[in-house]
Nanobody
């Protein structure tokens, strides 16, 4: 049974940092594209970052324009743990953050992801 479990969310002041983690289990995820998405109340779910393997122990990360230079996505060598380091947080980053996985390479659309976690709340106060 595939499971994605996020952790690391919380309340932080603007300008602060948080690091999210996503533990994936139930299969080997090294060849999956894994991504972070977020959804704020009343808004659609949007891409934050995706990572996919290029070669052994090498992956490529792609980011939404709104987080470039502030957020960094990474994965464990085995590929089953996904991280999101979030720096210089802004109030507009407040959302429920989800981890997701798909076999579709470099996918950026939520509709193309097959597995989802339950989400972890990030709240940034001004």
């Amino acid at each position: 049974q595939v499971q994605l479990v996020e952790s690391g969310g919380g309340l932080v002041q603007a300008g602060g940092s948080l690091k999210l983690s996503c533990a994936a289990s139930g299969r080997t995820f090294s060849n999956y594209t894994m991504g972070w998405f977020r959804q704020a109340p009343g808004k659609e779910r949007e891409l934050v970052a995706t990572t996919w393997w290029i070669s052994e122990n090498t992956y490529y990360a792609n980011y939404a324009d709104s987080v470039k230079g502030r957020f960094t996505g990474s994965r464990s060598n085995a590929g089953n743990t996904l991280y999101l380091q979030m720096n210089s947080l802004k109030p507009e980053d407040t959302a429920l953050y989800y981890c997701a996985a798909t076999l579709r390479r470099s996918s950026r659309s939520p509709a193309e992801y097959d597995y989802w976690g339950q989400g972890t709340q990030v709240t940034v106060s001004s």
